[in-house]
């Protein structure tokens, strides 16, 4: 009967009933694209960051991580077959560090290379895709000492395609080598600062100048099949056994814990935004049920009088509030998905309005993305909102 009272009474006054649903339903609207699109951004920077500039799995001895020295290797004649049998495992890249100063015509600085077998690196980074076709090829032409730059060491260092650079480091006698490498690539990502630090040459040409053996490298990077922490950590705890002693194996949050204090934070952020939105979408709840109530107050103490309690008073007020809230989040919730699964396909482009984020390695084209977790989370928060909305214009109806 409660229900059957609700119901009609939300139909009384058609405007006020139409004119909070459409105001739940943009406030929800605009939380679940808010979530999907903060969420894509999220989900966007995790990519880019494991699948070009870092990996899922990395192992390096203790040593090198603590001091960068040249001379710091493992031995990964048995190691990479037999991280490469588990399932999980997409791709194995075997790697050389240098830290080396390089020198064009117009610039001296210093900068990071990265030798690698292309095939396997492929195998690991998207990097290669990162390569108009109108700026080279990662190392498709087997032409010795070729280098891949980023597009910003190329801005910075006015160098293009073809161009020489001299990179000047120490082998293994502790000599100081220098080399002219010819540019084969310029590859542009979303981080600024990526593109300016890192380069990559061929393994081969690498240990051609340092000494360093066939069977030695710095760095073995592991790609995984996804991104999910149980699949990461699975993994992990598998190749551990596997490495001698002085050689350690970390994960991407490991590697960069500020990646994994930037993604929760950010998870958190989502969720005190919702609330934000929805606490003061609930005022407005509030203030339209109060009003209903002043205006029934006399109808409201005919019914007390007549038998119905005060409890079932309440319940009546609290029950409207309630459907109200639970229609127009509804619809809501399903227009703001339907918009981020929409533009979750095709994207969308922020170049003019966060351009600037791109320095932070953020990409300028954001695919919205919403969890299963995420939606529930929401429409828990839209249930309690309409109850806690109607608690004081309740208290009120069933006041003297």
């Known amino acids: 009967m409660i229900l059957q009272f609700a119901w009609k009474n939300i139909g009384r006054n058609k405007v006020r009933s139409a004119v909070i649903l459409l105001a739940i339903t943009l406030g929800l609207t605009a939380s679940v694209f808010a979530v999907a699109f903060m969420n894509g951004m999220i989900n966007q920077k995790v990519e880019d960051t494991i699948r070009i500039e870092m990996t899922h799995l990395q ?50 600085g210093g900068a990071q290379v990265v030798a690698i077998d292309p095939e396997k690196e492929k195998q690991v980074s998207r990097l290669y895709t990162c390569i108009p076709d109108s700026l ?12 891949v730059v980023g597009r910003k060491f190329a801005e910075k260092y006015q160098v293009q395609l ?88 970390r994960n991407w949050k490991e590697i960069s814990p500020i990646m994994g204090v930037y993604t929760g934070f950010m998870q958190i952020e989502l969720m005190i935004i919702v609330a934000i939105i929805l606490f003061a979408l609930g005022f407005g709840i509030v203030n339209a049920n109060l009003m209903s109530v002043l205006e029934r107050k006399q109808e409201l103490n005919m019914l007390m009088a007549i038998g119905m309690n005060r409890k079932k008073v309440m319940q009546l007020i609290v029950t409207e509030s309630t459907i109200l809230t639970l ?22 482009d922020v170049s003019a309005s966060l351009g600037s984020y791109q320095q932070l390695g953020i990409a300028t084209i954001i695919h919205p993305l919403i969890t299963f977790n995420q939606f529930v989370i929401i429409a828990v928060m839209v249930v309690i909102i309409g109850i806690l909305s109607a608690i004081f214009p309740a208290r009120m109806a069933t006041k003297p």
Not at 71 to 93: H, M, N, Q, T, W
Request: charged share 20%.
């Open 327 to 348: 229609l127009g989040g509804f619809w809501g919730m399903l227009i703001g998905l339907a918009i981020a699964l929409a533009t979750g396909k095709t994207g969308i």
């Open 136 to 147: 080279g090829n990662f190392f498709s032409e087997n032409i010795p000492n070729s280098i």
């Open 59 to 108: 192992i390096n001895t203790q040593k090198f991580i603590d001091e960068n020295e040249i001379e710091d290797v493992l031995a990964d004649s048995i190691l990479e077959s037999r991280i490469r049998s588990i399932p999980e495992v997409i791709g194995v890249s075997p790697r050389i560090l240098l830290t080396v100063m390089a020198a064009t015509s117009h610039k001296t």
């Open 162 to 249: 073809h161009s020489k650079i001299i990179l000047s480091f120490v082998n293994l006698e502790e000599e100081q080598v220098s080399a002219a490498f010819r540019i084969c690539g310029i590859f542009h990502t979303n981080n600024p600062a990526y593109e300016e630090a890192k380069m990559f040459i061929r393994a081969n040409d690498a240990r051609a100048l340092t000494g360093i053996k066939a069977d030695s490298i710095h760095e073995m990077a592991i790609q995984l099949t996804n991104n999910k922490d149980k699949t990461v950590a699975k993994v992990q705890t598998q190749i551990t056994p596997m490495l001698p002693n002085g050689v350690e194996i």
